[in-house]
Each structure stands twice: as structure tokens, then as C-alpha cells.
């Protein structure tokens, strides 16, 4: 996995991580996030997708104001997170073909977190999101454009650290994960 640790420190940035990427690399990196959530949710069974965890940081300033400190259920960070990879990696194939979108563009949808409640639909959405990824790096050209740009809040982004932008999103809500799972077995596993 990739080392953010200069990014979130603010000692590097995106496209000093990701300079000499290649498009194969951007493949393994998919895998190997998946693995690591399919693999944090390995042992997990129904009861667990559904469990809402005691969650003292629940803090969702980007959704419903009513929703702003809910604590998110495996269900609720699997669907978010996929989706904000699978964003990523759709700016990504339009930034790699030398196309522009707007700053404030999107190209996001999440699936409904209220209806992933079983560990069949976390594995079944985790997969379809690793195929989705794969998908858009093979939209990229032969040769991709690596000088067209998208400005964000946090940098200003080419093909490769736009789509790496939606792995470092999955690696925050790793430890998440392992926190509802941990929850999980205490509530689900005995």
C-alpha cells in the first residue's frame, strides 16, 4: 500500500507519491485495498453489517444534517468509501484521455447504505467496485495524458493522483473498519 503519511503531514503532496505511478501500479494498488477490506471484514456474519458501533467521532458534515452524528454501520462505510474510489477513478479516465471537467464536477454515486445488510452484499459491493476501478484505469490511452489537471481543495490533480486521491479516502476508513468489526465480535461473536 501507499505511504500517506507526507500527505497527511502536509510534507508532501499527491503528485510527489504518485510521480512514477504507472497504470500497472494503479492496478495493484486496487487489489491490494480490496484484499485489505475484504479481508478486515473476512470472519464478519450478518449481524455485523447492520451493528451501529458506539462511535465518538461520528461527525458526517458532507451528508444529511439530521444524519451529521450517526455512527456509520459496515454497510454505511463500504458503500462510501467504493463510491468515492469509484469517483476517483471515473476523473481519472477523463483527466487520462486530456479532457477537463470542472473543479466542482462530480461523477459520484453511492448505493444506498440502508440497503447492504448482509455480509454477501459488503463482499458483492466490494468486488463490483474492484471491476468498476479496473474498468476505468482500461479506459485510459496508451499513452495518457498526465498534464491535464483537476484543481481540488487539497491539490491540484492528474490522472494518476486522482485516482490514487480515492485510495488514500479508503485508507482513512480502514482503522473504521477494523473498529466495527472489533465491535462486532464483542456484540456478534461470542
Known sequence: MLDF???????ATFADITK???KTDLHRLTDEMIDTQLSIISDAIDA???LVPVDSNANDTFGKPEDKDLAWTLGHVVV???ASSEESAAISS??????????HDRSRYETPWETVTTVAQLRQRLEESRRQRHAFLETWPDQPDLETTQIRPYGTFNAVSRFV???YHDTDHLEQLREIMHQAHAANHK
Open 5 to 11: 503519511s507526507g500527505v497527511k503531514s502536509r510534507t
Open 20 to 22: 512514477d505511478l504507472t
Open 48 to 50: 455485523d453489517a447492520v
Open 80 to 82: 462510501h468509501v467504493t
Open 165 to 167: 486521491a480515492g485510495l
Open 94 to 103: 477523463v483527466l487520462a484521455r486530456g479532457l477537463t471537467m470542472g473543479d
